[in-house]
């Protein structure tokens, strides 16, 4: 089979959309390249050879040594390597998070995916060692292994966002009742505005979601209610009112400790459109 050809197969074409940098997409063309060279015996076991190596660069790519050795978590644990490849595999999921951002259960889960995901990428080895006996493999066993390694090599580097989706999954979960609590504790005093005297009675905050996740930390936006008694008056002409308002929040937490939170009190939103619009309606019927 002619190269162009083969280029225009819906899965080379679905596993070419994985790649990212040009020599991502040149070492898949040259493995390709690989396996249409009829007449070498060896063509086949140098295309697998070859993908096994464009799977490893896109790990590589995704988790270089130098970005690794700053988690928190890394210690050195081979006297061959600065770094495993268990620890690249455990940063395209964690990223610099330290281990306390994960419960038992995931992390436990997680290694566990790790240890699975490592023993099914030796599938590799079956094609890229030599043998007598797939020395000479027929055309059509060719085709059908090339076929099973691009698609396999597709699942495995979409394994590795499954990784990535378990930890972030997790993470609401592991820093909900830190956030919230810090939240209750130090919900700012803006709403002084709405009255002579604004008590805070309870805050609420009822929705999560983890909105980023970068090197030097995790921001997560959280969302809730306020609950406030606004008084008016003295004596007589004294007045309380109960009213609550919805409010949102950007919070900034460390990569080493879920515990460690900043809020500045200018990222929260608090909407008391509602109240301005009853004050509003009040003094259009005193008009």
């Not at 040009?22 to 015996?41: I, K, M, Q």
């Not at 055309?139 to 390694?149: Q, R």
């Not at 008694?229 to 003295?234: M, P, T």
Request: proline content about 3%; overall charge negative.
């Amino acid at each position: 089979m002619k190269l162009k050809h083969l280029l225009q197969y819906d899965y080379i074409q679905d596993f070419e959309e994985l790649l990212v940098t040009d020599f991502e997409r040149d070492l898949f063309v040259a493995s390709l390249r690989n396996y249409c060279s009829h007449g070498n015996p060896l063509r086949f076991h140098n295309f697998a050879f070859s993908m096994r190596e464009l799977v490893l660069q896109i790990i590589n790519r995704k988790a270089p040594d130098s970005v690794v050795k700053k988690a928190s978590w890394y210690e050195k644990e081979s006297e061959k390597f600065d770094v495993t490849r268990r620890q690249k595999l455990k940063y395209c999921a964690q990223g610099y998070l330290s281990d306390s951002y994960l419960d038992e259960f995931t992390l436990e889960e997680l290694n566990q995916s790790i240890k699975d995901y490592l023993k099914e990428f030796n599938f590799f080895n079956k094609y890229t060692h030599i043998t007598e006996k797939h020395f000479k493999a027929c055309p059509k066993k060719f085709y059908a292994d090339m076929k099973y390694i691009i698609q396999r090599s597709r699942e495995v580097i979409e394994e590795i966002d499954s990784m990535e989706n378990l930890v972030v999954n997790s993470i609401p979960d592991t820093v909900q009742d830190h956030i919230f609590d810090y939240i209750i504790n130090n919900f700012p005093s803006e709403l002084d505005i709405l009255a002579s005297n604004v008590i805070v009675d309870s805050v609420s905050p009822e929705e999560l979601e983890v909105t980023y996740l970068e090197d030097n930390g995790i921001t997560v936006a959280v969302s809730g209610t306020v609950y406030v008694s606004q008084e008016y008056g003295k004596g007589e002409d004294f007045t309380a009112l109960s009213e609550n308002y919805p409010f949102s929040v950007s919070v900034a937490l460390s990569v080493d400790d879920p515990s460690d939170i900043t809020v500045d009190e200018s990222d929260f939103e608090i909407d008391t459109s509602s109240w301005f619009g009853v004050e509003n309606e009040l003094e259009e019927i005193e008009a």
